[in-house]
Each structure stands twice: as C-alpha cells, then as structure tokens.
C-alpha cells in the first residue's frame, strides 16, 4: 500500500539548516509528484514545493530563496533542505503524494505522511 | 498567489445534521485544460490531513457519499449530511491549478 514517511531532526537552532527525507513506498517516484507541505503550531497548511516525476521541482516563492527539493528513485526518498531557519519555521512539515501519475500540471494530494514536528529553538 | 477564503472559521453540528462549507479563491481555478483543481481535505485532531474530495466534486476511493462538492470558478462548498462523530477536524480547500499551491485558512467542525 502507499505510504510516505518523513523523518529528520526535531530541533534545529536558529540560522541552521533543515534536512528532512521522505520514503515513500508502495508508488514509485518516477511516475508521481510528491510535495512537501507544512504546518505551524495550531495554523493552516502551507505548501513548500514539489518533487515532480520527472526529476522538476517547484518551489513557493516565499520559500524559493531558502528552500531545495531533490530525491534518490534508488532508495525511494524525497529530501527538503532549508537553509537560514527562524522560528516561525517551527511547525510540522508533511510530505504528500499528488493524486494521479505523470501529472505536468495540479490535482490534488491523496496521500500524507505522518508529519515530522520541527522546533526552531536554541 | 491565489487566496482561498474559507467560512465559517468553526461550525457547531448535532450528530445526524448537515452543514455547509465556503470556500472562495481570488482568482478563477479552473486551468487552462479545461479542470478545476479544487480540493477539500480534513484534518482530525493529531492527524494528518485526508483527501475527500478532488476537482470540485469527485469523491476520493473510500469517502462517504454524505460528503459533497459543488461549484465553479472562484465560487465552491462542501457539504456534510448525517454528520457523525468522525467527521468531527478541521476542513481545508485547496487548490492545485495555479503554483503556488495554496489553502483555505479551515472550517473546525465541533459537536453542538
């Protein structure tokens, strides 16, 4: 069956770097998107970018300057670096699996993650 | 960016009732190919988000038929019949047509 899975650091001090992966199985990462998506204590999702099946990323522009999105299809994993963290990074961060194959354009995310929570603190 | 607008921000339900969610965005969903991306997801406490309903009105594998979507262009609502105790998390729309991708700020839906 499809699952996602994040995993990485709970804590990172300010100005650091954040390192998360997502493994994926039961889909292969070749044939669909995947997003990260995140979500500050007690607020809304925020989407970050996307891993797209053919090796693309987009990113939110907001993000774009900090953020990189790049995978393994060897070891079925997504990574999310980004860089110069705040605390209003703090939050949980999902990785998600957009809903149809070979997709160029939107749809829609079927599948989550469980989430990772992340505390910008030092 | 696009920007969903969602009300209420929280709903008061008796179990066995039914309710309505807006959800409007800023600028037309519906892409250049011809589909309208608009998404709702809920959210139980201490979980993740669940896909329920994709391109406006297409229920995902497995969701209620007491669950529906309607509407077109900026204008769209879900709504809840025979509400039940799972039903119970907050409800966010979303839309895939324009990056960047963006939701709803939620609806909670509480027990009256």
């Known amino acids: 069956q499809v699952q996602l899975k994040e995993s990485g650091p709970g804590l990172v001090q300010p100005s650091q770097t954040l390192s998360l992966t997502c493994t994926v199985s039961g889909f292969s990462l070749t044939s669909y998107n995947v997003h990260w998506v995140r979500q500050p204590p007690g607020k809304g999702l925020e989407w970050m970018g996307r891993m797209r099946y053919n090796g693309d990323t987009s990113y939110n522009s907001a993000l774009k300057s900090r953020l990189s999105i790049s995978r393994d299809t060897s070891k079925n994993q997504v990574f999310l670096k980004m860089n110069s963290l705040q605390t209003d990074d703090t939050g949980t961060y999902y990785c998600?699996?957009?809903?149809?194959?070979?997709?160029?354009?939107?749809?829609?995310?079927?599948?989550w993650g469980q989430g990772v929570m992340v505390t910008v603190s030092s | 960016d696009v920007v969903m607008t969602q009300t209420p921000v929280s709903l008061s339900v008796s179990l066995g009732g039914q309710v309505s969610i807006s959800c409007r965005s800023s600028q037309s969903l519906v892409h250049n190919n011809g589909n309208t991306y608009l998404s709702w997801y809920l959210q139980k406490p201490g979980q993740s988000p669940q896909l329920l309903i994709y391109?406006?009105?297409n229920r995902f594998s497995g969701i209620s038929d007491r669950f529906s979507g309607s509407g077109s262009g900026t204008d769209f609502t879900l709504k809840i019949s025979r509400v039940e105790p799972d039903d119970l998390g907050v409800y966010y729309c979303?839309?895939?047509?324009?990056?960047?991708?963006?939701f709803g700020g939620g609806t909670k839906l509480e027990l009256k």
């Open positions: 391109k406006v009105s």
């Open positions: 998600t699996r957009e809903t149809f194959p070979f997709l160029n354009y939107g749809s829609s995310l079927d599948y």
């Open positions: 979303g839309q895939g047509t324009q990056y960047p991708w963006t």
